[in-house]
């Protein structure tokens, strides 16, 4: 009897038109069957963002040739809620979100787009793997990475991953022969040091630029920027319950 072949949801933040996205059509489509649902343009940034104030809109699109395609005026997370309760009329087996355009390593899954769409899948109880390359050049070449990413693609469909996890995969922007291996490790403890760069536009009315640098406090050895440091691509088992649980035990009989 032949098996049914797995539905394979994939979305993006960098919009329909990147080219991580297109890439990562192409490898997962020789793993199942694969339908994309994501942006019209950029949703870089927007974290778990969901549209309530403006009404969401949707086209079939044919620039992914024999994959069956959707545009949509909403944010990533949008993209999964639209495609499981409006298109797929199910839950896929595997949500795919990515391949972006720049890591997502650290505290930067908190701002992520494309992190936020795997994250909703796991909410929904989905396998979900988001995809980084840190590398944000318009022509990256993702699919040199093709066997790493088709690795573990085939892994979470063969063997699962515990429910309500999804995976947040950073590929280091090396090339493909010297990345040393995959590793999973655990986030590591960075954040941004923000400054606002103050500019003038043409009225001479104020406006603001967030610039910054990334940097990690206490770094460790089993980190995903120590592990990207050394030439692996990372893996994050990442989960949407941000309880305290050290916290939690020690004020749960607190009485205020």
């Known amino acids: 009897m032949e098996m049914q072949q797995k539905l394979i949801l994939v979305t993006n933040d960098d919009s329909v038109n990147a080219k991580g996205i ?11 069957r694969v339908v994309v649902v994501a942006p019209d343009k950029p949703q870089s940034g927007m974290g778990h963002a969901i549209t309530i104030n403006d009404p969401i809109r949707m086209n079939r699109v044919e620039m992914f040739g024999e994959v069956e395609a959707y545009s949509t005026t909403g944010t990533p997370v949008d993209c999964v809620k639209l495609a499981i309760y409006e298109i797929l009329g199910q839950k896929p087996d595997l949500v795919l979100s990515g391949v972006n355009h720049g890591e997502n ?13 795997a994250i909703e899948g796991a ?34 469909l063969r063997e699962g991953m515990p429910e309500h996890t999804c995976f947040n995969v950073n590929i280091p922007n090396i090339a493909s022969e010297a990345i040393k291996g995959i ?35 206490n770094p460790k ?3 995903d920027l120590h592990a990207m440091s050394e030439g692996f691509i990372s893996i994050v088992p990442t989960q949407f319950d941000l309880t305290n649980y050290v916290a939690y035990e020690k004020y749960k009989f607190v009485e205020l």
């Open 22 to 32: 297109h890439s990562l059509v192409k490898i997962a489509s020789k793993l199942g």
């Open 105 to 117: 390593s650290s505290t930067n899954v908190l701002y992520s787009g494309t992190m936020s769409a």
């Open 221 to 223: 050895k089993d980190s």
């Open 183 to 217: 590793k999973f490790c655990m986030q590591a403890h960075a954040f941004w040091a923000d400054h606002f760069d103050r500019r003038l536009d043409q009225f001479g009315r104020p406006y603001f630029w967030l610039t910054g640098e990334f940097g990690e406090v």
């Open 123 to 156: 909410m929904e109880g989905l396998p979900s793997i988001g995809f980084s390359l840190a590398n944000y050049a318009h022509d990256a070449d993702f699919l040199q990475y093709e066997s790493f990413i088709s690795r573990i693609i085939a892994h979470v």
